[in-house]
């Protein structure tokens, strides 16, 4: 059984991230943190609640608001385009009686990271805010995680938020540098990977024809979220009924390592800058820059992937 921390921004893709970990039978979830980015912290927290209460968790995971702001700066504008006003498609779910527990996101995570010691993978979705953060104030919660998987940057792909820079990474680059300093065993899943890996409309119409009868009603909610999502991947990436799979990547990466193959580079994070502020910056010279090798995902077996994504559905 692997236990899991899920750190995110519920979000479209977040959600169906959060749905194939919930319906996958060798997964544990241990506890969710929400930092601001797709929507606000608490707004994702929301989302979380109504998600968990959808799958028949409700009060079974605990759900911990985290930070609304970037470790420098302002939040910006929430990309409303891609994932609706509600950040889950501007879909209604019903309201959950569960609520957030009231405690410090650090205190939280470290928590878990005591409780599940040399256990825990540690999943971001969304800024590394929260991680940072809990950082900082324990030192050594590293030393508890078992392993990091982050969807975040991107090497060689085209960024999503400036030329070079993607959206995770881009919202908070010192958070992001703090956490690919750090001495663990982080991989980041990109959108050298992500983009690769295509969900099409067809894929979620075949697998709602042939899923489990509990499964039913998520597949359904994420036909309806993913018409919002879809039409916003065709406004970014001129796409057509379909859209990368960023979030739900990670979460199979998480599970199944050997659905991509990967490289360490050394890797800092340009937190400076007009154009590559929040740049994923590597180095393969003989005698690279001062950082920390980190496991970055080049290919992926995007078919593979998408098999394994809706076998948790069957």
Same mark, same amino acid.
């Not at 759900?63 to 302002?74: R, T």
């Not at 390592?257 to 340009?270: D, F, G, H, N, W």
């Not at 180095?283 to 998408?306: A, F, M, T, W």
């Given at each position: 059984?692997?236990? =899991?921390?899920? *750190?995110? *921004?519920?979000?479209?893709?977040?959600?169906?991230?959060?749905?194939?970990?919930?319906?996958?039978?060798?997964?544990?979830?241990?506890?969710?943190?929400?930092?601001?980015?797709?929507?606000?912290?608490?707004?994702?927290?929301?989302?979380?609640?109504?998600?968990?209460?959808?799958?028949?968790?409700?009060?079974?995971?605990?759900?911990?608001? &985290?930070?609304?702001?970037?470790?420098?700066?302002?939040?910006?504008?929430?990309?409303?385009?891609? /994932?609706?006003?509600?950040?889950?498609?501007?879909?209604?779910?019903?309201?959950?009686?569960?609520?957030?527990?009231?405690?410090?996101?650090?205190?939280?995570?470290?928590?878990?990271?005591? +409780?599940?010691?040399?256990?825990?993978?540690?999943?971001?979705?969304?800024?590394?805010?929260?991680?940072?953060?809990?950082?900082?104030?324990?030192?050594?919660? /590293?030393?508890?995680?078992?392993?990091?998987?982050?969807?975040? &940057?991107?090497?060689?792909?085209?960024?999503?938020?400036?030329?070079?820079? +993607?959206?995770?990474?881009?919202?908070?680059?010192?958070?992001?540098? =703090?956490?690919?300093?750090?001495?663990?065993?982080?991989?980041?899943?990109?959108?050298?990977?992500?983009?690769?890996?295509?969900?099409?409309?067809?894929?979620?119409?075949?697998?709602?024809?042939?899923?489990?009868?509990?499964?039913?009603?998520?597949?359904?909610?994420?036909?309806?979220? !993913?018409? %919002?999502?879809?039409?916003?991947? /065709?406004?970014?990436? %001129?796409?057509?009924?379909?859209?990368?799979? /960023? *979030?739900?990547?990670?979460?199979?990466?998480?599970? *199944?390592?050997?659905?991509?193959?990967?490289?360490?580079?050394?890797?800092? =994070?340009?937190?400076?800058?007009?154009?590559?502020?929040? !740049?994923?910056?590597?180095?393969?010279?003989?005698?690279?820059?001062?950082?920390?090798?980190?496991?970055?995902?080049?290919?992926?077996?995007?078919?593979?992937?998408?098999?394994?994504?809706?076998?948790?559905?069957?």
């Amino acid at each position: 059984m692997m236990k =899991i921390c899920i *750190d995110c *921004d519920p979000g479209v893709d977040d959600s169906l991230a959060i749905l194939f970990a919930l319906c996958r039978p060798d997964i544990e979830i241990v506890g969710i943190t929400t930092s601001a980015g797709n929507v606000t912290a608490k707004q994702g927290a929301e989302n979380t609640l109504r998600i968990l209460k959808l799958a028949g968790m409700e009060g079974r995971i605990p759900v911990c608001i &985290g930070a609304e702001s970037p470790l420098e700066g302002e939040c910006g504008e929430f990309p409303y385009f891609i /994932h609706g006003k509600n950040g889950i498609g501007n879909v209604e779910l019903p309201a959950a009686e569960q609520k957030p527990i009231e405690m410090d996101v650090c205190d939280f995570l470290y928590q878990k990271a005591c +409780e599940n010691e040399g256990e825990m993978t540690l999943i971001t979705l969304g800024r590394m805010t929260n991680i940072a953060m809990v950082l900082a104030k324990y030192p050594d919660f /590293h030393k508890k995680i078992k392993r990091v998987v982050s969807m975040g &940057g991107t090497l060689h792909a085209s960024g999503n938020v400036s030329p070079v820079v +993607e959206a995770n990474i881009g919202g908070d680059p010192e958070a992001a540098d =703090i956490v690919v300093q750090t001495p663990w065993n982080l991989t980041m899943v990109g959108l050298d990977v992500t983009l690769k890996t295509i969900l099409r409309k067809t894929d979620i119409d075949q697998a709602l024809g042939s899923c489990r009868q509990e499964c039913k009603e998520l597949l359904v909610f994420l036909q309806q979220e !993913m018409k %919002w999502y879809m039409q916003g991947a /065709h406004r970014q990436n %001129w796409m057509r009924e379909c859209c990368p799979l /960023h *979030d739900p990547l990670a979460m199979v990466v998480a599970a *199944d390592p050997a659905l991509v193959s990967t490289q360490k580079r050394i890797t800092r =994070i340009e937190c400076e800058g007009k154009y590559c502020r929040g !740049m994923v910056v590597t180095d393969l010279r003989e005698q690279p820059i001062k950082g920390r090798y980190v496991e970055h995902c080049i290919n992926v077996d995007s078919e593979k992937v998408l098999n394994t994504l809706f076998a948790a559905f069957q």
